[in-house]
């Protein structure tokens, strides 16, 4: 093994040279998918109930989850299909929602757009996603929904949560935007609960562009989330409730659907979604093997009972302790000087953040909500201080060597643990 004299960042040679971006996503169209886009341009730019590529999209989504679900709504976008799923399970003015303290703003933000009200509460360190214990202590007498988000791929512990639900007589929202693909004790998740939604973002292993699906199993969750995105065609040909549907020529006054563009897109990505789910396991399983001996990471925890999916990204957790103190900024510089592609996860707590911190709704200016500061201490903290992101490889075995420089980039970084603590401690040292 060749051994760099020096850190690249003081003047070594970098162990990557690979140029970056090495996350290519999503990846380009093939030519089955561009012609059947240029067919839709001159067939119908605008799909109003759920016919051709939408309706398609549908079907194969819930197949995808294996019948788990009885009814699935496209919408624009992931946030406003999560905004459907609140509006459907009641969430209103004087109702509560609690969820995770650690993850997407957007998982939660719908909530005040309907004069709701969010309760944070810990996340479980192993699935980094909301921790039951926390989650009882969380609740009160306002809560009618919990959101559960399968952060970063790796399912809650459902049986728990349920649990608390039922005793409770609480609703669920399962957000499974990292979670394409994720299986709990052999079960697909987004159909755990009374309604789940999967972002199609650009970024998710199932893509769109821009775009969202609900799924539940429930016809009034179906019905009420369809009057609030849709209008017309898809209000009356789909929606259940007599009484409901005498809403179908305004629906509830919004339109939220999807193009039939990225319904298109999103097929194709979830037709090659098997191969590529297949690939970034082989990818991740080399990365966390070779990781193996590197002391300063803390590893990705994946529980016996689950299956990633898609993973969503590659976030280990840093340990300072056993670099010798260094920030994790100074770790990241480190790692980007020899040519790796990381950085810290992007959403940081939730209560540090001005929307969900401050004591009054600013979509309604003058009505107040809970708001809080941020707590020291949490689980939730210490993800969001510790955690790296690193890129989902897709690519087996043509990421192999690259995954291998990555790993040799850690392990020459602990090699030179001196020399990086003195540079962390700066001139005077």
């Known amino acids: 093994m060749t051994i760099a ?58 197949a995808f989850l294996n019948g788990g679900a009885r009814f699935a709504v496209t919408f624009n976008s992931g946030t406003s299909a999560l905004l459907a799923a609140y509006f459907a399970l009641g969430v209103r003015e004087g109702v509560d929602v609690v969820g995770p303290a650690l993850t997407y703003h957007a998982a939660l933000s719908p909530v005040f757009a309907l004069r709701g009200d969010v309760v944070l509460a810990d996340i479980d360190p192993d699935t980094r996603g909301l921790d039951p214990e926390a989650l009882k202590a969380a609740l009160t007498e306002h809560t009618k929904v919990i959101t559960v988000v399968h952060q970063w791929g790796h399912p809650c512990d459902m049986d728990a949560i349920l649990r608390i639900a039922e005793r409770h007589g609480l609703r669920v929202l399962e957000d499974c935007s990292h979670a394409h693909g994720s299986h709990y004790k052999g079960k697909p998740v987004g159909t755990f609960g009374d309604a789940a939604v999967f972002s199609l973002q650009a970024n998710k292993a199932v893509f769109a562009g821009e775009g969202g699906i609900l799924v ?73 093997e070779q990781l193996g001996d590197v002391t300063y990471l803390e590893p990705v925890h994946v529980g016996a009972h689950v299956d990633m999916g898609a993973w969503y990204g590659y976030k280990p957790l840093y340990r300072p302790e056993a670099l010798g103190g260094v920030p994790r900024s100074v770790l990241i510089e480190a790692l980007r000087a020899e040519g790796m592609e990381v950085g810290a996860p992007s959403g940081p707590r939730l209560s540090t953040l001005p929307l969900y911190a401050r004591p009054e709704n600013p979509l309604f200016p003058g009505t107040p909500k809970k708001g809080g500061a941020a707590e020291s201490g949490s689980h939730a903290e210490h993800v969001e201080r510790h955690a790296l992101s690193l890129p989902t490889f897709t690519d087996w075995p043509g990421d192999r060597t690259l995954i291998d420089r990555y790993a040799e980039a850690f392990r020459k970084i602990g090699r030179h643990r001196e020399a990086l603590v003195r540079y962390a401690a700066g001139p005077s040292s």
Not at 241 to 254: I, K, N, Q, S
Request: charged share 25%; glycine share 8%.
């Open 5 to 62: 004299e020096e850190l690249a960042l003081l003047g070594g040679a970098p162990v990557i040279e690979q140029p970056l971006p090495h996350e290519v996503w999503p990846p380009p169209a093939d030519e089955a998918e561009l012609s059947e886009l240029a067919a839709q341009r001159n067939a119908d730019i605008s799909i109003k109930g759920n016919s051709g590529p939408v309706g398609l999209l549908e079907a194969d989504f819930l």
């Open 216 to 288: 539940t199993s429930d016809p009034q969750v179906h019905d009420r989330a369809i009057l609030l995105g849709h209008y017309r065609d898809r209000s009356r040909d789909t929606v259940l409730d007599e009484g409901l549907r005498a809403h179908w020529v305004t629906g509830f006054g919004l339109k939220l659907r999807m193009s039939p563009f990225n319904a298109i897109v999103a097929r194709h990505a979830l037709a090659a979604f098997p191969a590529r789910k297949e690939a970034r396991h082989r990818c991740l399983r080399h990365f966390g």
